[in-house]
């Protein structure tokens, strides 16, 4: 959901530092819950819950204009709201860090084969990507992936869907062919992987998130396919 | 569309067990039957070789392959 601010958190907001240019990411309570959540505001006054549909929100302003959305919004009472400084951030990809132009890609980084390894957490999800039906990267009898494999995850793969933008350059793909399939794979938390950012290859620019499966994943990892 | 050829089977057998370099796709060198050599090619899915513009082989002119180190 997309909120506004009561006038004196904006006013609170207002005297703080941003986080980047033209954002704030702030923790806070809800009034009446008790549990602190994230949240990233614009302008100190537009308010939208950082979790995983951040960038449908972030479309719907983009299409619909910041103005309508807000005048549209309903208030938020927010308590104890405390800054979160941009070191505690990761691969958070923001308004003006992503332009509609960006279509959500990263710029910089490294590509996964030159990050460590890390564990899954056992609920991110990873989208592998194919024109091939029969991809020979997932063990369709295991249903899992195959050691040196690639995914992106589910979160890149839905920004590369909610901004149209093309998958072939975005993974810098060799060739030209349209992407048709999705393999969704949700590793144990036992399985590990090298989390990187797609390098420019192959005459494309790359800026979409990649990760490396060194030994693949454990059985019963993939659980679903779905056209592109 | 790029052309692209399919390998033989043992290939695609020992490319499915090498690592890829990029989602889909794996650069590879190739020797074919004929001795020549195939440098910094691009294999897809583990079975085709993209074709560069006016190349024509056939999936039994490949011999052997090595990845190429990233």
Redesign the interface.
């Known amino acids: 959901m997309i909120y506004k601010a009561f006038p004196s958190l904006t006013e609170l907001l207002v005297s703080k530092p941003e986080t980047g240019m033209g954002y704030q990411v702030f923790d806070a309570v809800r009034k009446g819950r008790y549990t602190k959540v994230r949240f990233i505001v614009y302008n100190s006054e537009l308010i939208i819950e950082l979790n995983d549909n951040l960038d449908r929100y972030k479309l719907k302003i983009l299409n619909e204009g910041y103005t309508k959305i807000f005048s549209q919004s309903e208030f938020i009472n927010l308590e104890h709201p405390t800054l979160v400084m941009r070191n505690e951030l990761s691969n958070l990809r923001l308004f003006s860090e992503g332009k509609m132009e960006d279509k959500g890609r990263h710029k910089g980084g490294t590509g996964a084969?030159d990050n460590d390894e890390i564990y899954s957490n056992g609920e991110d999800i990873f989208v592998?990507?194919?024109?091939?039906e029969?991809?020979?990267?997932i063990d369709f009898i295991n249903k899992k992936l195959?050691?040196?494999?690639?995914?992106?995850t589910e979160d890149d793969y839905l920004t590369c869907k909610s901004f149209n933008d093309d998958p072939v350059d975005r993974?810098?793909?060799?060739?030209?062919?349209e992407i048709e399939w999705a393999f969704y794979v949700q590793p144990k938390s036992h399985d590990k992987y090298h989390p990187g950012i797609?390098q420019p290859?192959?005459g494309h620019n790359g800026g979409g998130v990649?990760a490396?499966f060194?030994n693949g994943t454990s059985d019963h990892t993939y659980f679903k396919k779905t056209t592109y | 569309m790029q052309d692209k050829v399919k390998l033989p089977d043992h290939i695609i057998a020992m490319l499915t067990h090498l690592p890829e370099s990029g989602l889909g796709y794996q650069n590879v060198t190739l020797t074919l039957t004929n001795g020549t050599i195939l440098t910094k090619r691009k294999i897809v899915n583990s079975e085709f070789l993209l074709l560069h513009e006016n190349e024509r082989y056939l999936t039994n002119d490949f011999e052997k392959v090595e990845l190429d180190e990233n």
Do not use: F, K, M, Q
Request: aromatic share 10%; no cysteine.
């Open positions: 084969v592998r990507l194919s024109v091939y029969n991809d020979r990267r195959i050691p040196g494999s690639y995914a992106t993974y810098a793909l060799p060739n030209d062919e797609v290859a192959n990649e490396l060194d």
